[in-house]
């Protein structure tokens, strides 16, 4: 018992002296950098970074001592040149004790510009000012940071000159103009892409729509350059995309090259490889060639499996004739069908006469003005708060004392003046507290939101009723927030179990994925807002998983008292890299 107690003293006498980096110089020129643990006139110990060894004194000529806390000013500023800022910011508000207050300051102020200048060399205009504007508040009197932040201000005065120059082209109908505009301004800030994505996107899908009404080739490019700038508009773009490749593939049918139409069809099926209309245009070509059993598989894949006609595949012509009007039958219903979705997106749209209406049910009061939707976004809120409820198994966290406003703006615009986010926005939630207790909360959305009752609503409840089951408590991490709010979208299954897992491994293969501490750290989405929230949302799920509701609340509720370190350690028995090398391995699962 002894011996296991002196092994505890000795061992915490090194973990001290580990807090110090000494320079220890020797009468035989040899010099050893380490940490002084004790020295009595006889022996000098010394650790090493190779482990502990003793020294005669007699051999030591002089022993340099590094001040208390520069061994910590070192290891911080290393962090900072290896790109972990954030990390270095959160360890230094963690152990600034250890060094005068002015030194501290002095530190932090360096981290935060070295912080900033590696933002703006990413050119991450929005953050490195932010970076620099809080440095600015510590050292007032640096002439250097001042110039650094005027000078950002200015490239940031820039950019949104160049976006106001492209919205209002758009707006004028100069869509060309405003597409080059709008890419310059992505050139110079790639960090604004999540905000200016959309429109330009936008831009780009009203230039096929014009150049599809006008039978010109080129409207596919220009599907393809919306797509590629938002892949969210993928489905909805997918039939005019669709259609605008099969123009110039009909063309060539009608003039008799049926080479060139089968590559383009090739093409275009590798693309949407499932599209019936594709595959019923391909079949026609067949058919024409009197390939009949290739036409009759096309026909056949046109269809959905389960209205497939039993038996082989028919190979002669009289079969294959069948075979197409059976397809030109399906395809025609499938043409009523989004004639059906328009005409709901048109309802949506809806905006009846009069002032606001109201409608109240337990949690929500949606102020609105389509009865309709109104309902049915009351019914989608309330789901969604039993959902959550269910998720953290705490019935009591809703309803509140109030019932929460839902303001269900009738458009876009409407939307972005009153609640003030960005273009790619499709809902807010906001709460207010005072001394930890909630004095108001509501969410704002719109109608012709594509999302608005599969994800937008059930999203922004889900911040809601969270925001409940912490407490109230301020500063938990944006990728906590925003990651368990994906994950309990009633659509996460699909969209990021499947596709985002997918996506996540790909990226761990590229070695793209964000590190744990920068994650942790973001303020904002960053540049690739589709791995925030699919990263988020795979690692909350992963937390949720590890040790059930009830431990990932506390650890989220410490992440803000006491910094996710701590929390992580306290919750989970993890360090951070333990936390991030258990998570990638769980994307095998």
């Known amino acids: 018992m002894r011996r296991s107690i002196l092994a505890i003293l000795w061992a915490s006498v090194v973990l001290v002296a580990a807090a110090r980096a000494d320079t220890v110089y020797l009468r035989n020129g040899r010099v050893l950098e380490g940490s002084v643990i004790s020295e009595d006139g006889k022996v000098v110990v010394v650790e090493l970074a190779s482990g502990v060894v003793r020294l005669p004194a007699g051999d030591v000529l002089r022993i340099e001592r590094t001040p208390p806390g520069e061994t910590l000013v070192t290891e911080l500023r290393a962090m900072s040149r290896a790109g972990r800022g954030a990390e270095a910011l959160e360890r230094l508000k963690r152990e600034s004790r250890a060094l005068p207050r002015d030194r501290a300051r002095g530190i932090r102020v360096e981290i935060l510009r070295s912080e900033a200048a590696r933002l703006e060399k990413g050119l991450r205009l929005a953050e490195a000012y932010k970076t620099l504007c809080e440095a600015m508040t510590l050292a007032p009197q640096d002439a250097e940071l001042a110039r650094g932040v005027d000078r950002l201000a200015g490239k940031l005065r820039e950019l949104r000159a160049l976006v106001k120059r492209a919205r209002l082209s758009a707006e004028g109908g100069r869509l060309e103009e405003a597409v080059e505009l709008f890419e310059k301004a992505l050139r110079v800030a790639p960090e604004s892409r999540p905000l200016l994505a959309p429109e330009f996107a936008d831009a780009c899908s009203r230039l096929g729509v014009r150049a599809l009404n006008a039978s010109d080739s080129s409207a596919a490019g220009w599907y393809e350059r919306a797509m590629r700038a938002d892949p969210s508009l993928a489905e909805e773009l997918k039939e005019p995309y669709v259609h605008a490749k099969l123009l110039p593939v009909l063309r060539q049918m009608s003039q008799g090259d ?129 959902r959550v409820q269910a998720a953290l198994a705490r019935e009591r966290i809703a309803p509140w004392m109030e019932p929460c406003p839902i303001y269900l703006m009738p458009d876009n615009e409407t939307f972005l003046k009153a609640s003030g986010q960005p273009q790619w926005s499709g809902g807010v939630s906001h709460t207010e507290t005072v001394g930890g207790e909630l004095v108001r909360q509501y969410l704002t959305v719109f109608q012709t939101c594509p999302a608005l009752l599969k994800t937008t609503v059930p999203h922004e409840v889900t911040h809601l009723v969270f925001s409940a089951a912490t407490g109230y408590t301020s500063g938990i991490p944006r990728s906590i927030h925003e990651g368990f709010a994906v994950s309990l979208e009633p659509e996460y299954i699909d969209r990021y179990k499947r596709s985002g897992r997918a996506m996540l491994l790909w990226k761990r293969l590229a070695g793209e994925l964000i590190p744990l501490d920068e994650l942790f750290g973001l303020r904002d989405v960053g540049l690739d807002p589709t791995l925030f929230y699919a990263q988020s949302a795979s690692v909350a799920d992963f937390l949720m998983t590890l040790k059930g509701p009830r431990v990932f609340l506390r650890f989220a509720v410490d992440t803000g008292r006491k910094g996710v370190l701590r929390a992580l350690e306290a919750h989970y028995k993890m360090e951070l890299a333990e936390l991030d090398r258990a998570w990638r391995a769980s994307l095998d699962r």
């Open 258 to 386: 049926a080479d060139a139409a089968e590559r383009a069809l090739l093409d275009l099926l590798e693309f949407a490889p499932q599209d019936s209309q594709a595959r019923y245009v391909y079949g026609r070509l067949q058919q024409a060639r009197k390939r009949w059993r290739a036409a009759a598989g096309e026909y056949l894949r046109a269809l959905p499996r389960d209205e497939r006609p039993p038996g082989a595949p028919p190979s002669d012509p009289e079969g294959v004739a069948r075979l197409r009007k059976l397809v030109e039958k399906r395809l025609a219903e499938v043409h009523n069908e989004a004639a059906e979705r328009r005409r709901i997106r048109e309802e949506r749209a809806r905006v009846e006469p009069g002032a606001a209406m109201r409608m109240t049910g337990r949690n929500f009061v949606v102020h609105h003005r389509n009865l309709k939707l109104a309902r049915e976004v009351l019914d989608a809120a309330a789901r969604q708060v039993k």
